[in-house]
């Protein structure tokens, strides 16, 4: 179980227990605020970008990766 510190100025809440709350209360404002598009849009770059990675991964093996077998 998570220690509490007893420190001048400091809350009394755990981090796991403000990482809970965070995220439940968070996750649940940003879905209302923002909508289903917001979290299609962010899906859509995260792919875009590991598709650049993949590929620049590719390239730095030299050839692109287009017709080399393994």
């Not at 605020?33 to 093996?61: N, T």
């Amino acid at each position: 179980m998570a220690e509490r510190k007893d420190e001048p100025g400091k809350g009394q809440m755990t981090v796991e227990e403000a990482g809970r709350k965070g995220g439940h209360i968070g996750g649940e404002h940003t879905r209302d605020k923002y909508g289903p598009e917001f979290y299609a849009e962010i899906g859509h770059k995260g792919g875009q970008r590991v598709k650049e990675l993949i590929e620049e991964g590719k390239q730095s093996e030299g050839g692109g990766g287009q017709g080399q077998k393994r």
